[in-house]
């Protein structure tokens, strides 16, 4: 007779990664196993998960993935959203708010580092806060963008521009890292965040 195996102990999480991404359930299948590799690998790094609660799309599969391999999962969500039954219900925390900028915002304050994978307006509009934030100085944790297959190649191509004509200056380039794997990423959040060398604005007259 086979004696059933204990189930695996959560992993007690003292940081926690905030991980941007997609909730669209018709994307190309490799989005999705990256995604469940980064659930994975942060569990045997040590990384909690908050993100924005959902079920489904990438961000349903990087949530599954941390917790199948034990590791904690918090989950912001607005209740318009959770309504539709939408959230992920064996996260360890569901946090309901009112308004997108509160989970924002809850978000980012239980974050000890962002990761933004691929995805839509969503993703863009949150990861770009988090970097406005941290030219400002206002945030200081590590920021890093999975650039998965030169998905971002277009963003950071627009990035560069702005820096050509003016619009930022040169140190910018150092408040957030690209990652072009999953090992990658944790290679630049273990890396950490120096201090903010420059203020945001240039000299005025």
Sequence with gaps: MNTPLPAKPAVSSSRFLCVYCASSDRLDPKYYAAAAELGREMVL???????GGGKTGVMGAVARAVKQSGGKVVGVIPEFMKARELAYSDADEIVTVVTMRERKLLME???DAFVTLPGGWGTLEEIMEILTLRQLDVVRKPCVIFNQDGFYDDLLRMFDRMLTERFYKTSNQDLYRVAGSVPDVFTHLEAGVGPLRESKWFETR
């Design 45 to 51: 790094r040590g990384w909690g998960l908050v993100y």
């Design 109 to 111: 304050t239980r974050a």
